[in-house]
C-alpha cells in the first residue's frame, strides 16, 4: 500500500517501536504527523487502548485515503482514526494542551524543531514525543563546498533541543531510519 501512495512505510522494527511505546504507556490519545499510507497509523493502533483514537495529520488528502482503507482493511473501527487534512503547523496549535500521550512525527524533517515545540505542548506528563528517521538525515552530495541539507540541519537541532531540555528523557534507537523518542516530565 506504501509504494503505491508514493510513500515510504515505516520499517517493521520502526513500527514494533511505536506499538511498544503506546502499549508501554496505556495510550488513548495519539497525534501522528504524516499520515502517509497508515503504516504507522496500524503500529500506532495495535499498541493503543481499545478505546483509543489516533488523530493523523497530513497535506495529501490521498495520503488519508489510502490510511483510511488501509485502518479499514486491518480491522480497525472508523471512529479509532481522526483523519485531519492540513498542514500541521496550522493544525496542532488548534489541538488542546496536554491532552494526548503521544505525539509521532514522520514528515517533513525541516520542521522537526517546530514540531518539537507543539509536541510538548500537546503532551501530558509523562506522554512521549517520537521522531522518525533520526539517523536517515544525510548530508547533501553537491560538492566539496556544500554543506548538510536543511533536513539534516533540523534533525540535529531537534537532537540537541531534546538533549538540552532537562524536563525530557531522550533515547535514540538505531531501528530502521533511526528513532529518537523523549518521555516528558516523567
Same mark, same amino acid.
Given at each position: 500500500m506504501g509504494r503505491q501512495a508514493d510513500t515510504r512505510p515505516i520499517s517493521p522494527s520502526g513500527g514494533a517501536v511505536l506499538r511498544f511505546l503506546t502499549a508501554a504507556i496505556g495510550a488513548r490519545a495519539v497525534v501522528e504527523i504524516g499520515t502517509g499510507c497508515g503504516s504507522s497509523g496500524i503500529w500506532l493502533l495495535r499498541g493503543m487502548r481499545p478505546d483509543g483514537i489516533l488523530t493523523s495529520v497530513d497535506v495529501v488528502p490521498e495520503y488519508q485515503q489510502s490510511a483510511r482503507e488501509s485502518f479499514q482493511a486491518a480491522g480497525f473501527a472508523a471512529n479509532r482514526a481522526r483523519l485531519i487534512h492540513g498542514r500541521a503547523m496550522d493544525?496542532?496549535?488548534?489541538?488542546?494542551?496536554?491532552?494526548?500521550?503521544?505525539? *509521532?512525527?514522520?514528515?517533513?524533517?525541516?520542521?522537526?524543531?517546530?514540531?518539537?515545540?507543539?509536541? $510538548?505542548?500537546?503532551?501530558?506528563?509523562?506522554?512521549?514525543?517520537? *521522531?522518525?528517521?533520526?539517523? #536517515?538525515?544525510?548530508?547533501?552530495?553537491?560538492?566539496?563546498?556544500?554543506?548538510? #541539507?536543511?533536513?539534516?540541519?533540523?534533525?540535529?537541532?531537534?537532537?540537541?533541543?531534546?538533549?538540552?531540555?532537562?524536563? $525530557?528523557?531522550?533515547?535514540?534507537?538505531?531501528?530502521?531510519?533511526?528513532? $529518537?523518542?523523549?518521555?516528558?516530565?516523567?
Open positions: 493544525v496542532l496549535p488548534r489541538l488542546n494542551d496536554a491532552a494526548y500521550d503521544m505525539v *509521532f512525527v514522520d514528515a517533513a524533517l525541516p520542521e522537526y524543531p517546530e514540531y518539537l515545540k507543539e509536541s $510538548l505542548r500537546l503532551l501530558r506528563d509523562g506522554g512521549i514525543v517520537a *521522531f522518525n528517521n533520526a539517523l #536517515d538525515a544525510t548530508p547533501a552530495d553537491d560538492g566539496p563546498l556544500s554543506g548538510p #541539507d536543511p533536513g539534516t540541519e533540523a534533525m540535529r537541532e531537534t537532537g540537541r533541543l531534546v538533549r538540552e531540555d532537562d524536563g $525530557l528523557i531522550p533515547l535514540l534507537l538505531p531501528i530502521g531510519e533511526g528513532m $529518537l523518542a523523549a518521555i516528558r516530565g516523567a
